[in-house]
């Protein structure tokens, strides 16, 4: 996941009995339920937040690396998408007092962890070049849009408001589908350093 470089599917569903009965108004959950739900929910949208605010700026390394087009195209996809959605975030929270982005709670071993990832990630980017600098990104983006993906996922499972779970099962699919090209892409481009290795090794 980069998190620190130049600085990441919802379903809706109804059961039968809604259908049959005309989905009668549900039963008010529980305080102790409705906290909860509403902990986890600030606790995913600050992650979810803090993910695609950092992940807006990837396309930047575009600046001090050389990308093929393909890589180049999709990475400022990326950006441009996580930059939506830190948006969407932002707003939501200017609505409405009770969401927080700033609820990251992180245990300190997490923490420190992930601090640790992202720095050997960053250095690891910064001294590549070429088919190895490109895999090296595309792999990050795998785990940064996967985590994307499933925040954005349980955030709007935990969401009450159905517009702002709606528009959470939005950002999930987008960070999905964006995951799943990025794999192609990643597919396509180890097949293919791996076949310019074969080539270049002496007979």
């Not at 939501?92 to 962890?113: M, N, V, Y």
Request: proline residues 5%.
């Amino acid at each position: 996941m980069i998190t620190k470089i130049t600085l990441p599917l919802l379903a809706a569903m109804l059961s039968v009995a809604c259908v049959l009965t005309g989905c009668q108004s549900p039963k008010a959950a529980s305080p102790s339920r409705s906290g909860a739900a509403q902990s986890t929910r600030n606790n995913c949208y600050s992650l979810l937040h803090q993910l695609l605010d950092e992940q807006k700026d990837v396309s930047i390394l575009r600046f001090i690396k050389p990308e093929h087009s393909d890589v180049k195209n999709l990475i400022k996809k990326i950006a441009t998408a996580s930059g939506t959605g830190a948006k969407l975030l932002e707003e939501f929270a200017r609505h409405d007092p009770s969401i927080k982005l700033d609820d990251i709670r992180l245990p300190p071993g997490e923490e420190s962890t992930r601090d640790a990832i992202a720095s050997t990630k960053e250095k690891e980017l910064l001294s590549q070049t070429g088919d190895k600098f490109e895999l090296t990104l595309l792999l990050t983006q795998t785990e940064a849009l996967s985590y994307a993906w499933h925040l954005a996922k349980v955030a709007g499972e935990n969401e009450p408001q159905p517009d702002r779970a709606r528009a959470l099962a939005g950002v999930s699919e987008d960070m999905e589908n964006l995951y799943h090209e990025v794999f192609v892409l990643l597919l396509s481009q180890t097949k293919s350093s791996a076949t310019n290795s074969i080539r270049t090794q002496p007979d």
